[in-house]
C-alpha cells in the first residue's frame, strides 16, 4: 500500500543537539513534499516544503529537509535544536493524481528536547 | 493570512447522536479536507472535497459523510457516532500544493 513512513515515534534531545527526522514514502510519479509542526496546544504549521528543483529545502525556525529521490526519502534536520522546538513533527506527500491532490501524513514524530 | 475555522473546538456528544463538524475557510481555496488525528497514528484522511458539490473518500471513510454546499464551507458529518469515533477531528484548505489547518475539534462520544 502507498504510505509515509516516519520511523522515530518518539525522540528526545539535549539543546544543541543535532537533530535528524526520517521520512519515507511509497508514491510513484509526481510527488510534493512537506513538513509540518505541532506545538503544544497549536495548531499545525508548514514548517517547509518541497516541489522541484534544488533537493536541499530550508524552511522556518534553521530547519532544512533533504529530498533524495533515489530513496524516497525526505528526512528534516537542523543542526542545533532548542528547547523551544519541543513538539509534534509531521511528513506530508501530497500525491497528484487526475481529480485532486490530496495530502497523506506521516504518523508524526514527537520531539522531545531537554533544557 | 489564510484563516480556516472550525466551529467548535471541545464537542461531546452521546453514541448514537448525529454530529455535525464545520469549517469555513476565506480564502476561496478550491481543495478542502477532513482528517481525524489520534496518538501514534498521525493524521489520517477521512474525506476531501475539490469543488462545491464534489467529494471524495479518504483512507478512512466509514462512518462518516460529507458535504459541500458552497466554497467556503466543508461539513463533516457522523451519521451515528460511536465511541470510536473519539478523537481530533481538523480541517483544512488549500491552494496549489500549501495547506492551512484549523484548530482542530476533540470530539468525545460518550
Known amino acids: 500500500a502507498q504510505s509515509v513512513s516516519q520511523h522515530n515515534h518518539h525522540v528526545i534531545l539535549s539543546e544543541a543537539a543535532s537533530l535528524e527526522l526520517g521520512c519515507n514514502y511509497s508514491y510513484g510519479g509526481t510527488v510534493n513534499l512537506f513538513w509540518y509542526v505541532q506545538y503544544p496546544g497549536q495548531h499545525l504549521q508548514l514548517l517547509l516544503k518541497?516541489?522541484?528543483?534544488?533537493?536541499l529545502v530550508k524552511g522556518i525556525k534553521g530547519f532544512e529537509a533533504e529530498f533524495i529521490k533515489s530513496k524516497f526519502s525526505f528526512n528534516l534536520r537542523k543542526p542545533s535544536v532548542q528547547w523551544s522546538d519541543t513538539a509534534e513533527y509531521f511528513c506530508a506527500v501530497m500525491k497528484e493524481d487526475s481529480s485532486a491532490s490530496k495530502i497523506i501524513f506521516g504518523s508524526g514524530t514527537r520531539l522531545s528536547i531537554r533544557p | 493570512d489564510v484563516k480556516v475555522t472550525q466551529s467548535s473546538r471541545y464537542l461531546v456528544k452521546r453514541t448514537g447522536e448525529k454530529v455535525f463538524l464545520e469549517c469555513v475557510q476565506d480564502m476561496d481555496h478550491e481543495n478542502m479536507f477532513w482528517y481525524r488525528q489520534d496518538p501514534g497514528l498521525g493524521l489520517r484522511l477521512i474525506y476531501f472535497?475539490?469543488?462545491?458539490?464534489?467529494?471524495e473518500k479518504g483512507d478512512i471513510p466509514e462512518g462518516y459523510s460529507v458535504s459541500r454546499e458552497k466554497k467556503e464551507r466543508f461539513s463533516l458529518i457522523l451519521e451515528s457516532a460511536s465511541t470510536n469515533q473519539t478523537s481530533m477531528y481538523l480541517c483544512a484548505s488549500s491552494f496549489r500544493v500549501t495547506a492551512f489547518f484549523g484548530q482542530g475539534t476533540r470530539l468525545t462520544v460518550v
Open positions: 472535497s475539490y469543488d462545491v458539490k464534489m467529494k
Open positions: 518541497y516541489f522541484s528543483g534544488d533537493p
